[in-house]
């Protein structure tokens, strides 16, 4: 049995938002921290990778109100930093910019650690580089936040590319994460079932997509669904890494739809109040109870 349920690659980030009065807030967000909160709290045991500029950064106590989670901080010369100006009350229209990105991770600098699966949650493309991907896939199973292959920065703003290797690397990939608009991406195809049977065909074993109405599994086999039913969308940012590390840690012990269903369930809780899921598995499960 592995010592960790999950190890978790990624860079931590820097968020200013500015909102249309002019309130500026900074958070710390990125989905190895999203992730990583999502997973511990629900029993299991995670360690984490993060890197940022660790002159003005403290990794370890940006996870230290986790439970279960252990840090291996790496130092980046610069942290991956953004901000976010909203323009509107509602919040609709923002402009986004990126002021600084972190080293790519090198495999040469990842240390000995014994876990079930690898999650690769990088922010843009470049932050992990194709080859870490055979490189994880020789310790453990893989899973992939296809996100830091698409997500790529150019003249500080954010825009979306396809991912040139897919077809190589997917025949690496246990659990493969998108959501509705990189499926579309990645495949030319809005069907998010069709959408995943082709990402499944190009090598992926079981395919995760996201959507504001439901979360999407594809084995190969069958087509499962779960709906989100949130209250209210004050925590959405972290909504995919909160469903994908919870979905790929459940499913160590669980079949498909129990996994899909705990997922959904903790991420339509979680998404009601901003920040990580900070809660327990009791508040989750009786979440599900009480709604699913």
């Given amino acids: 049995m592995s010592q960790f349920d999950s190890l978790i690659i990624g860079e931590v980030a820097q968020d200013t938002n500015v909102d249309y009065d002019g309130t500026t807030v900074r958070a710390t967000g ?3 921290y999203y992730s990583g909160f999502a997973a511990a709290n629900m029993g299991h045991k995670i360690a984490v990778l993060p890197k940022a500029d ?3 950064v403290d990794l370890k ?5 986790a439970p279960n989670i252990t840090v291996y901080p790496l130092h980046s010369t610069h942290s991956f930093v953004t901000k976010n100006v909203y323009h509107t009350p509602d919040r609709e229209r923002r402009t986004s910019t990126v002021d600084s990105v972190i080293d790519p991770y090198r495999t040469d600098e990842v240390p000995q650690i014994d876990a079930a699966i690898w999650h690769l949650a990088g922010l843009v493309g470049g932050d ?4 870490m991907i055979p490189f994880a896939a020789q ?22 590319h396809d991912w040139a290797a897919k ?12 959501d509705a608009a990189e499926a579309e991406i990645l495949t030319g195809l809005t069907d998010r079932a069709e959408a995943a049977k082709v ?11 996201t959507h504001n109405t439901e ?17 209210n969308l004050s925590g959405r940012t972290g909504r995919g890494d909160t469903t994908f590390a919870c979905y790929i840690t459940e499913r160590l012990t669980q079949d498909i739809p129990t996994a899909l269903k705990t997922a959904t369930a903790l991420v339509s809780l979680k998404m009601e109040t901003p920040g990580p899921y900070m809660g327990t598995r009791a508040d989750a499960e009786a979440y599900m109870k009480e709604f699913f």
């Avoid at 992990?128 to 080859?131: F, K, L, R, S, T």
């Fill in 30 to 32: 990125g989905a190895v």
């Fill in 54 to 56: 660790t002159t003005q």
């Fill in 61 to 65: 106590a940006a996870f230290a109100p």
């Fill in 128 to 131: 992990i580089p194709d080859e």
């Fill in 139 to 160: 310790h453990a199973m893989v899973a992939i936040d296809v996100q830091t292959m698409l997500r790529c920065v150019e003249n500080g703003g954010m825009v979306y």
């Fill in 167 to 178: 077809r190589e690397m997917l025949p690496y990939v246990r659990f493969l994460k998108t």
């Fill in 199 to 209: 990402l499944y065909g190009w090598g992926a074993k079981e395919v995760l997509i």
């Fill in 215 to 231: 979360v999407l599994v594809y084995d190969g086999k069958e087509i499962y669904t779960c709906p989100i039913k949130a209250r």
